[in-house]
């Protein structure tokens, strides 16, 4: 299990989102990602995509403006990756 960030600070949705996604796919099932954005929207919008696709969504918190996402890579990064 490795530990990676992603600096999506300044972008709007659905960057941050996408850019998640496309992160993703270079991470081993059970590493862990931990997403920075200042578009609050993340809150809703990641732990979502987590559910949706099978990662699980650790924890979410904002501090001075900056909201961190922490989810772990679900057993199916692997089937997202490209062909």
């Not at 972008?11 to 059970?30: E, S």
């Not at 969504?57 to 490209?82: K, M, N, W, Y």
């Amino acid at each position: 299990m490795a530990h990676h960030t992603l600096d999506a600070r300044y972008l709007l949705c659905p960057l941050p989102v996408l850019r998640t996604q496309a992160k993703i796919r270079d991470l081993a099932p059970g590493d862990v990602l931990e997403v920075q954005c200042t578009d609050h929207g993340v809150l809703a919008d990641i732990p979502a995509w987590c559910r949706i696709n099978g990662h699980r969504h650790i924890d979410s918190f904002e501090r001075d403006g900056v909201v961190t996402i922490i989810l772990e890579v679900g057993g199916d990064a692997g089937d997202q990756r490209p062909a």
